[in-house]
C-alpha cells in the first residue's frame, strides 16, 4: 500500500462500522513510530495496536486477529501534540492585529473592547473552531484558558464548543477583565464541575484559570489563598497567566511561603523572572507553559522565551500557542521558533570564547509538545506519549510527501520538515478526528457561515 492509501476512506468505514464496539482493534503495521516514551524510544518498521480508547500494544510482529489493519509504511505515528494554553474564544479574530506592538495593546483591543460583546453563540464558535484547527494540525489536547465566562451560559458555550469536536480539551475558566459580568465566577466552577466533568475517565478535565498579579484586571482576577483553596476543594488544577517581570516574581515567592507552588499549578509565559523565583518553581515542581511566538513576537516582558531558566532549574515545560489575534494557531511553529531562539542564544552567548554552547535538541522541543506538555496540563498519565495503557491520541504523518521525503531522521522530519498538510490522521481516545487529511465530521461551509457571521456582530457592536 503506497503512503497515500494509508489512511484511505475504506479503511474509515471499517471502523466506523465497529465505533459502537468497546473493544474494537485497529492496528497500525509497519511505521516509524517515535514514542516519546523514555523507555521505548523510536522503532522502525513496527506495528502499534489500538484497543478501544487505548493503546495496547507496541511492537515487531503484533497479532492481526480481528483488527482493522492499517499500512502505515512510510509514516512516522507520533504522539499528538498537546497545547497548554489558549485563549480559543477569540478564533473567529485572528490575525486582526498581526503586528501589535505590546501587551497593552492587545489588552486593551481585545479585553476592553471585543471581549465585552461577546454572546455565549460567539464564545461557541471561537472555541469550536480553535478545537477544529488544533486537531487539524495535531494538537490531540488542548487546554481552553477561557478568560470571558461573563455569564453561567458563555462557560457552558466553551464547553460545549471543546465536545463537539471530540478534542481532549482542559477547561480552564476565568472571569473577564473588563465589562459587565455576573461575578459568577469562581463559584459556578462548582456548577461546571457536576454537570460536565463528573468522571475521572472523560475527555474533558477542568482548571482553574487566574491571572499573576492585580495589575491587568484587579484583585479579583489575581491567584492567592482564596483562589488557591476553591481549586483544592474542588480538587482541580490552577493556571495562571500573565506571569511577567519582577512584580510576578515577588508573587511567586509568596505563593511559595504559603504553600500553594506545586505540581499542580502552571504558571504560564514566566518571563523576565528572578533567580529567587526561579528556585522556588524547581524546588516546589511547578510546571511551565511556554509562548514562544507570542512572547518573542509581541514582546512580552524580556521577549526570550525562559526555556534556559525553566531548564536550569530541572522544569521541562509544555508549549502553548497563546492568542490568534496575532499569532500562529499550530505547534510546529512553537517547536521550530524555540528550537531556533535557545540555539541562537546559546551560541550567542559563548561566542568569541573557548565555551561550547548548550543547546536543545529536536528531541526536546517536541518532548516538550507532547509529554510535558501532558504533564503540565495534568495529563500525564493519560496522554503525550505512546506508551501501552495510555490513551490513543496519536498522529500519522506522511513521511514520504514532496517536503519530507526520504526519510532520515524521524523526529527531526517531525519538528522541521512537517506541518498540517503532512498529517494524513489523528486519533484522539481511539476515535479518528482527520482522516486521509481531512477532519471530519464538520459541515465547513455551515461553520465558515457561523464564523463570518459572529465576526461581523463582534466587529460591529461597540463595546460595553
Not at 131 to 150: K, V, Y
Not at 197 to 219: K, M, N, V, W, Y
Not at 402 to 426: C, F, Q, W, Y
Not at 447 to 458: G, K, N
Amino acid at each position: 500500500m503506497t503512503p497515500s492509501d494509508t489512511t484511505s476512506p475504506a479503511v474509515l468505514e471499517r471502523f466506523q462500522r465497529r465505533s459502537a464496539d468497546p473493544k474494537r482493534r485497529i492496528l497500525f503495521t509497519g511505521a516509524t513510530i517515535v514514542t516519546m516514551d523514555p523507555d521505548l524510544g523510536v522503532l522502525h518498521g513496527a506495528h502499534l495496536l489500538v484497543e478501544g480508547e487505548t493503546i495496547t500494544a507496541i511492537g515487531s510482529d503484533l497479532s492481526r486477529d480481528g483488527a482493522v489493519v492499517v499500512d502505515a509504511s512510510g509514516t512516522i505515528l507520533t504522539p499528538g501534540f498537546v497545547d497548554t494554553h489558549r485563549h480559543a474564544w477569540e478564533t473567529q479574530l485572528r490575525r486582526i492585529m498581526p503586528d501589535v506592538d505590546d501587551l497593552g495593546a492587545y489588552v486593551m483591543s481585545t479585553l476592553a473592547g471585543y471581549a465585552t460583546v461577546y454572546r455565549p453563540e460567539d464564545i461557541y464558535v471561537g472555541t469550536r473552531l480553535a478545537a477544529l484547527t488544533a486537531i487539524d494540525s495535531g494538537i490531540t489536547c488542548m487546554l481552553d484558558f477561557s478568560h470571558n465566562s461573563r455569564t453561567p451560559d458563555h462557560s457552558d458555550a466553551a464547553v460545549q464548543g471543546l465536545i463537539d469536536t471530540g478534542i481532549r480539551g482542559v477547561h480552564a475558566s476565568m472571569g473577564p477583565h473588563f465589562g459587565a459580568w455576573d461575578r459568577q465566577w469562581p463559584g459556578d466552577l462548582t456548577r461546571l464541575k457536576e454537570k460536565y466533568f463528573a468522571s475521572d475517565d472523560q475527555l474533558l478535565t477542568l482548571r482553574l484559570a487566574t491571572l499573576a498579579t492585580d495589575e491587568i484586571a484587579g484583585p479579583a482576577l489575581a491567584y492567592g489563598t482564596e483562589l488557591a483553596r476553591t481549586a483544592k476543594d474542588l480538587g482541580i488544577g490552577v493556571s495562571v497567566d500573565a506571569v511577567f517581570g519582577t512584580s510576578s516574581s515577588q508573587a511567586i515567592l509568596g505563593w511559595d511561603k504559603g504553600g500553594m507552588l506545586g505540581a499542580d499549578l502552571t504558571l504560564i509565559h514566566a518571563t523576565g523572572l528572578t533567580q529567587e523565583a526561579w528556585k522556588a518553581i524547581g524546588e516546589s515542581g511547578t510546571t511551565i507553559a511556554l509562548a514562544p511566538t507570542s512572547d518573542a513576537q509581541i514582546g512580552l516582558e524580556t521577549a526570550i522565551p525562559a526555556i534556559d531558566e525553566a531548564l536550569s532549574v530541572g522544569v521541562r515545560p509544555g508549549l502553548s500557542i497563546d492568542v490568534e489575534v496575532a499569532l500562529v494557531s499550530d505547534m510546529f511553529t512553537q517547536m521550530r521558533a524555540l528550537h531556533a531562539i535557545q540555539r541562537m542564544r546559546a551560541v550567542n552567548a559563548v561566542y568569541g570564547t573557548d565555551q561550547q554552547p548548550a543547546r536543545i535538541t529536536t528531541h526536546d522541543v517536541l518532548d516538550f509538545a507532547t509529554l510535558q506538555g501532558a504533564r503540565t496540563n495534568g495529563l500525564a498519565g493519560v496522554t503525550g506519549s505512546l506508551t501501552p495503557g495510555k490513551k490513543a491520541d496519536l498522529l500519522v504523518i506522511r513521511a514520504e510527501d514532496l517536503n519530507n521525503m526520504p526519510l532520515n531522521d524521524p523526529i527531526g522530519t517531525v519538528v522541521l520538515g512537517s506541518d498540517a498538510r503532512n498529517i494524513s490522521a489523528v486519533l484522539i481516545n481511539g476515535e479518528p478526528r482527520k482522516w486521509n487529511g481531512q477532519v471530519l465530521d464538520v459541515d465547513l461551509p455551515a461553520l465558515r457561515e457561523q464564523v463570518h457571521a459572529s465576526r461581523e456582530y463582534v466587529l460591529n457592536t461597540p463595546a460595553v
